[in-house]
């Protein structure tokens, strides 16, 4: 049996990031015990177009009253889901969540000043298909304030949450927007070390998927785990 | 110089956030009508075989603060140690369970069963164990450890996992306590001298 790659671990952020100050007190201290994977980690849910619903994959309507919609400039997010070797993901489960057009998030923690949209929930999901591709409307989230430093705003961005084939493949992450000027200043964004891991963060505006008088498109890739194919195993399977 | 790898690389992981609930469990945080339901709620669809079992748990940071804006996700084989999906698997039972936690108090809960034991990569049985994913505000990318038996003990001791463990000492931080019949507590320490074992696989 073949296992999945491991994980590059300079690329992926630190657990202990002083400037981002939540993970201060969150952050592990004792190093991480590592096994290739196992079945436990190489196998993972399955989920099936049923739990989906018509509206899922549209924000911009999802929460809306009926022949309502939400505020804010109208966009598609589009891409693929792709393993490190570059091979489609197919069936992955990616769940999204943002704020409004104001940079409110609705939920009741939230306290920002800026005002809900009585049509505008903020999640959305779907499935990729067999070439790994997805698409889903929504409105572009504002940036907002969050206590940090005494000054900290993040970037406008959208969370997603991704299960591909495998438990392995598991992840949690960020899109952002090409040519915000909030994205530098940022002390999350700041927890990746390499300036190519923010850039693999940040969507592409994307004029050939525009809808004319509609929607304006973003490109976002997903690059999750890949399994290692190898013709040599030197070892007795024992599954 | 030399020949560059056409690779790609894993996307970098960025937190949760505090308002993962939004996206992943809408309905717990109050964001009605969008999906009928909450996605992981019930692992069990039907009848199940084996041996039925309630986790519980808390989730602490580093001043014994229990979070109360983590998700928790499991993933687990069937009672006979069958991975869902996989043939034989039982077909009234998910494997994979999601959690946000008590509102008040951040204590997670799964309705689950006891999993019977799946094979090593070098065909050795590993003992009973679920394992455990957990994302919050200021966990930059999600943490991975397993919950293994406290009554596993004979199972414990040879598991190939377990047994490589240098600080053995900390060992008993992947262990669920039976607390009443049926009934076992695991709780996850991210920080200080109960700081559970997270793993890199
Ligand atoms: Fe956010």
Redesign the pocket.
Known sequence: MTGYVARDRRWQPDALTPAYKSSLKRSPQAALISFPTTISEETGPVFGHDILGPLDADLIHNFAADGASAIGPRIIVHGRVLDEFGRPVPNALVEVWQ?NAGGRYRHRKESYLAPLDPNFGGCGRFLTGEDGSYEFRTIQPGPYPWPNGPNDW?PA?I?FSVFGAAFAQRLITQMYFEGDPMIPLCPIVGVLNAKEAVEALVASLDMTRTVPMDARAYKFDIVLRGRRQTAFENRPEGM | MAQKLTHLRESPSQTA?P?VHIGCTPNFAELNGVYPQDLGNVMKTGVVQGREITVTGTVFDGTGTPLRDAMIEIWQADAAGVYPGQAGCDPNFTGWGRSAGDMETGEFRFETVKPGQVGFRDGRMQAPHVTFWIVARGINIGLHTRMYFEDEAKANAIDPILSRIEHQVRVPTLLAKAQSDGHYRFDIHLQGPQETIFFDS
């Open positions: 704020a993040r961005h969370h | 956030g308002y």
